[in-house]
């Protein structure tokens, strides 16, 4: 999956600071797993589950303590430009109550076509 950053940055305003972090490097890397992406979409479309939940509990190595509020809201930019603006063809997104513990995440959206 291709991930324009420099798109990204402009789609998503404030989120040049996250380019240098661990988590958006690793988000990069990840993205490629094509079996990743199909899980995600999976749980997308037919659980109306947040990617951004599905890939916390899949990267439960590196998020497994509480995340600033910029980072929560960078991540969340991350999958909102991975699913709606990088070829994947969805348009709009619901938000909806998640309250994951660990990272604080309290509500995340998933996508629709």
Do not use: H, Q
Not at 9 to 23: N, P, R
């Amino acid at each position: 999956m291709e991930f324009d950053v420099e798109s990204f940055t402009k789609t998503y305003k404030g989120t040049s600071w996250f380019l240098d972090s661990s988590y958006f490097k690793e988000f990069l890397k990840d993205i490629k797993n094509n079996e990743l992406i199909k899980n995600l979409i999976f749980c997308n479309d037919y659980l109306k589950f947040p990617p951004v939940v599905t890939y916390l509990k899949y990267r439960s190595d590196i998020y497994n303590t509480k995340l600033e509020k910029r980072e929560k809201l960078a991540l969340g930019a991350c999958f909102g430009f991975l699913f709606k603006f990088s070829g994947l063809g969805y348009v709009d997104s619901k938000s909806v109550w998640v309250g994951d513990k660990v990272t604080d995440i309290k509500n995340a959206s998933y996508f629709t076509k």
